[in-house]
């Protein structure tokens, strides 16, 4: 038993090299060389050399080793992580917290998430044109080709999307397997021939790194954040793997393939300072270098793809949580629930990716954008796992606080640091994230409004049964469900129908899908049901915001709760609003821009026929018109 728990263990951890660590794994291909970006005007000098690798390995020892894999890995909702899964447990349902410290809660890791988005455009372009780039070494032949290449490659992989990585994903482990045994092999002999670079390790170099170059030293932070940029992918992937393989392949494999690759370049550069225009390539012999352009690019696309995928799944959660409106998930696989595709997000990811590599052309011009999104929501991440670690796991005050002065110290060095890139580029990813976090509130609290509005014109369901027993209607053979999101007042279609048609089915049941803030829901608890007289009945089901709603998995949930209900006899009624933007005010209102963006989001979101794959031709719509 113990030999099968452990041959699990490291088939995770292998499949973890894959997804988890795809994206800090590809900094090497530039972290270095833009340290010594000519923005900074520090000159490649030993001293210099030196205190860059020691702030590489400290970040990574204090950010990435202690922040990440022994603290924030802590806070798994369920097993699940990201920002999501945090905000979720750091304002739980039952929670006490007063209104005004709940919303602000809310507000942070909400922006948190946005800029995530605009991580996930920038990540496959910088990662794949800085692998590409490895081409002009050998000769200038490509130069002109460098960015078609690049553009083909993100297009071949966007348009692969719908196939789903199940059939391809088997290569995943085994390319960045390759990929991380080849970057320790590229650092080894040029540490062997120049040991002196392992001085690095002392943290004094780094500190007289800081003091000695002023300004330029502390801007260089934001170029030495850039060996990070992975660490949110590695928590949001927590749920695929589990915290155990992940800290086992940090450890044993990454983190050193990672110090020997960037001690490696270091050597290089004491040797040859005239390299750093691009380190990761001059370590490689000239026989090695198209097979380590290879390798690199296919790493590259790994990364990318956790990144993409790691964008569907936080789409997927905020549609679960109700902050983004009803979008098409397309399930890739029939065994692993988390493979997951949705066509929008795709093609706009493609879309501005593609743009930002035709805009940019380099990936030293891609990395002034590169960074700032990133560190703001490390920050945030940093502030909310200290949140619930006071809250949740009840750690004292002053513990907590020590702690989180420490991580978000230097959080905020990392973030201050890339503010200076804001003006060439890094303005791209906050905007994005701007936009994001705009839609998700607007989302949110328009459907708030909405259901405020549907309140003050339906009466209680149970007052409605009651009249319908006092003055019953004609009855008919077979069972009306009734979908809504209030499962306490009647639904407008089904008032709406008994107003105007005078009759009702033998069963009527009122149909409420409801999301609870744990990943996933065990299939005992899945369903609530309650009976009322005269053939009424109000069901709740409940699912897991890492869950898709699926029509059959409904109703075999209402089976187990005594409600037999067979497919072939249902007919479904939904409620079909067309809103309407107002000068109407009430509690909680919004601007009059925000009422016509709700309006245009509803109408293009998903129709619950589709999202709940309902057939069609058991659907009949009612429709009305409500102002907002």
């Known amino acids: 038993m113990k030999n099968n728990q452990d041959s699990r263990i490291w088939a995770l951890t292998f499949g973890a090299l894959g997804i988890v660590f795809g994206d800090i ?62 905000l979720a447990l750091a304002v739980p349902p039952t929670n006490k917290t007063s209104g005004g410290r709940k ?149 044993m494999f990454v983190f050193p393939a990672l110090v020997l690759n960037y001690m490696g370049q270091g050597a290089m550069l004491l040797e040859n300072p005239e390299n750093i225009v691009n380190p990761f390539y001059r370590m490689a012999p000239s026989w ?21 995928s790691g964008v569907f799944s936080l789409t997927r959660q905020a549609i679960s949580l109700g902050f983004c409106p009803r979008m098409q998930v397309v399930h890739t696989s029939s065994e692993e629930m988390g493979q997951i595709y949705i066509p929008q997000m795709n093609w706009a990811l493609m879309i501005c990716t593609i743009w930002l590599v035709l805009s ?42 020590i702690l989180g002065a420490g991580m978000i110290g230097i959080d905020m060095v990392f973030f201050v640091a890339n503010t200076i890139k804001i003006p060439h ?42 009249d319908e027993c006092e003055h019953p209607v004609h009855r008919i053979p077979g069972t009306a469900v009734f979908m809504t999101s209030d499962p306490e007042m009647t639904p407008p279609a089904l008032a709406r129908n008994v107003q105007h048609n005078r009759v009702l089915h033998n069963r009527v049941v009122l149909l409420s899908i409801m999301t609870r803030e744990i990943p996933r829901v065990p299939r005992a608890t899945r369903a609530q049901v309650e009976t009322f007289p005269d053939g009424f009945f109000r069901a709740t089901v409940f699912f897991g915001f890492m869950e898709s709603p699926n029509l059959n998995e409904i109703l075999e949930s209402l089976r187990l709760k005594d409600l037999n209900i067979e497919m072939a006899e249902i007919t479904f009624f939904l409620g079909r609003e067309t809103l309407i933007a107002s000068n109407q005010r009430g509690v909680g209102s919004m601007r009059m821009w925000r009422k016509h963006l709700f309006s245009f989001m509803s109408r293009n979101a998903q129709r619950a026929t589709q999202f709940f794959q309902i057939p069609p031709n058991q659907v009949i719509e009612i429709g009305s018109q409500i102002e907002l």
């Not at 059939?167 to 390319?175: D, M, Q, S, T």
């Not at 703001?376 to 502030?383: A, P, S």
């Not at 839609?439 to 009466?459: D, F, H, P, S």
């Open 25 to 86: 794994g590809t900094s090497p291909l530039y972290a270095i060389r833009e340290c010594f970006s000519e923005h900074f005007n520090i000159p490649v000098t030993p001293i210099n050399i030196l205190g860059l690798l020691s702030l590489i390995f400290w970040s990574m020892v204090l950010v990435v080793s202690i922040k990440y894999i022994f603290f924030v890995l802590r806070a798994d909702n369920k097993g699940e992580g990201g920002i999501l899964s945090l």
């Open 425 to 466: 580029g890094g303005w791209f990813p906050l905007l994005i994230g701007g936009i994001i976090f705009t839609l998700l509130t607007t989302w949110k609290r328009g459907r708030r409004i909405l259901a405020v509005r549907l309140r003050e014109q339906t009466m209680n369901f149970i007052d409605f049964v009651k």
């Open 360 to 401: 940019f052309k380099t990936s030293s011009n891609l990395a002034g954008a590169y960074g700032i999104a990133v560190a703001m929501t490390m920050l945030i991440t940093t502030v909310l796992a200290c949140y619930v670690a006071h809250r949740r796991w009840k750690w004292k005050l002053a513990t907590t606080l």
């Open 103 to 251: 919303k602000w809660i809310v507000f942070v890791g909400l922006f948190g998430a946005a800029l995530l988005y605009g991580d996930g455009m920038i990540t496959p372009a910088i990662s794949v044109l800085s692998a590409l780039e490895g081409l002009r070494v050998a000769t200038d032949a490509f130069d002109h080709y460098i960015v078609p290449m690049t553009v083909v490659v993100l297009f071949t992989l966007f348009y692969v999307q719908e196939y789903g990585t199940s059939k391809i994903g088997f290569v995943f482990g085994p390319v960045i397997t390759v990929y991380f045994t080849m970057l320790a092999a590229l650092g080894i002999p040029h540490i062997i021939t120049n040991p002196g670079v392992l001085a690095a390790l002392n943290p004094y170099y780094g500190l007289h790194f800081l003091l000695n170059n002023g300004a330029s030293g502390f801007w260089a932070m934001g170029s030495v954040f850039l060996v990070l940029t992975g660490c949110e992918a590695l928590y949001a992937d927590m749920g695929h793997f589990g915290r155990k393989p992940i800290r086992r392949a940090w450890f």
């Open 288 to 308: 090695a270098l198209y097979p380590v352009v290879i390798i690199a690019t296919l790493a590259t696309i790994v990364a990318s793809q956790a990144l993409i």
